[in-house]
């Protein structure tokens, strides 16, 4: 399968704890997102990597998150001291984004489903 | 964080019947995605869109840019127990960055 792939698909943790989010993008894209659904809302934007570079990170992406990208292929979520508010799907995506051209279509994976408890 | 008004916010419709919705923006975008979201999954693309007044099919599935470029459309024909699920519609924002609508639930009588 070569599509956007992300580890773990479910994740039960108690408050406080750290977890840790990973996403293998398509192999060829050079783009890689990290949105964050609840329920009932649709995806919302957290951060965006270039290769390796981090561009832009959300206002919703407060000092217990952090993400990585190194050498520009997988990536990982990492959320520290959990709260129960952070309960949610982390959805991954990636696209190719091309100079001179519009960006092409992004492409998500399944998800990890956080539960904080 | 922004999101984009979609419309209608859920349906129930006869299998066989056509279904419409749209999203709409009161910002400019330059691309529109649709995205259909099962239940535990992720949003699958379904359309895209790159041009305003661009009209794209895929299946039984049309959906248009508009001419404003603040809005997109999409319509389902002939609708099948599978098109069960959420829709939702994302616009770019700059060149990277999408947006994604609040969602239209579809619910389809068989």
């Known amino acids: 399968d070569t599509g956007v792939s992300q580890d773990p698909r479910h994740k039960i943790t108690k408050r406080g704890q750290n977890v840790t989010f990973r996403c293998d993008p398509i192999s060829e894209h050079n783009r890689l997102y990290w949105y964050r659904q609840t329920l009932g809302q649709g995806p919302e934007f957290l951060t965006y990597?270039?290769?390796?570079?981090?561009?832009?990170k959300s206002r919703l992406l407060s000092d217990r998150f952090s993400a990585e990208r190194p050498k520009g292929s997988f990536s990982t979520l990492e959320i520290q001291r959990t709260e129960q508010g952070d309960s949610a799907m982390y959805l991954c995506a990636s696209s190719l984004g091309v100079v001179g051209r519009p960006n092409t279509e992004a492409f998500f994976g399944q998800g990890t489903r956080l539960t904080v408890v | 964080g922004q999101q984009l008004n979609q419309s209608p916010q859920s349906m129930f419709i006869q299998e066989g019947e056509d279904v419409s919705m749209n999203c709409t923006s009161s910002?400019?975008?330059?691309?529109w995605l649709w995205y259909k979201q099962d239940p535990g999954e992720g949003p699958v693309l379904l359309i895209a869109l790159y041009k305003a007044g661009e009209l794209t099919s895929n299946g039984r599935l049309t959906a248009q840019f508009g001419i404003t470029r603040k809005d997109s459309f999409l319509n389902i024909s002939a609708s099948i127990p599978s098109d069960v699920g959420i829709y939702f519609c994302a616009g770019l924002s700059g060149t990277y960055k999408y947006i994604f609508g609040t969602g239209t639930r579809l619910k389809v009588l068989a």
């Open positions: 990597f270039q290769n390796e570079a981090q561009l832009e």
């Open positions: 910002s400019i975008f330059n691309t």
